[in-house]
């Protein structure tokens, strides 16, 4: 079993790319913490890494899981740059269900929240030329069932942004916002979402052309900004900067009708 943790396709790509090689069905996150996975003799983790560590929402799912502690368990962290903390905090928390990560690596992918920074995501097509071998390196590990680990030291400052006032700033900072001047209504955004946190309200608000209803973004969002490239009126903005079409991205491998959730 391949489960993974999307905002906009980079890792449902490669958990893709692992499940057929492998010949393993693949599950989104939020859908395999309500199934029971004891049965399964292999599991793959696929999730990105946000501030150098783990998303906040995937370090209260992967508790949920329900495991067998004899599973070959591994994990691919999709990154921008550095998966910090990451495979150590997750090494960290299976280790306190009894469970043990015999692998892990990490590959580089577009960094989605670069346009949180007025950057262009899209800019950064060069980090695939990679892609194919590492992918190929890992599937070929995790077919003879090695035991290794690839990742970085462990960082005092991924360990600082993950404390609870920073992450809780840093969420603040990051957390999506509905324009509703922008905004059709058309759910897209809650589809998206891997949190299932965004609802198309059932309030209505005047328009002089009548009356609309809008997106609401919850209180669990955990800053993957999958509702902010995926909205086809570029009316998620996150902050305060208004989001461009050209640098709305999606990894090149996945269609829009991939990432939408099957509720």
Known sequence: MIIYFSGTGNCLA???HIAQALDEPV??????V???LTAEKRIGLVYPSY???MPPAVRNLIPRLRLNPQAYIFAVIPCGAQAGNSIWTLRRMLREQGLTLAYSHKIRVPDNSAIVFSRNPNDQQWKFQRFD??????IAD???ARHAHHFSTWSLIAWLMARPRMEAWMLRTFRPVVNEDKCIGC????RVCPMRNIVVSDREVPTPDGRKHLAAIGPHCTACLGCVHSCPQQAVEVNGLPTLKDRQYRHPQVLLKDLLLRR
């Open 14 to 16: 490669i958990a893709r």
């Open 34 to 36: 309500s199934n029971d």
């Open 27 to 32: 599950m989104p996150l939020v859908n395999a």
């Open 51 to 53: 501030d150098f560590n």
């Open 187 to 190: 759910g897209i955004c809650a």
């Open 142 to 144: 995790v077919k003879d």
């Open 133 to 138: 071998g590492r992918l190929r390196q890992i």
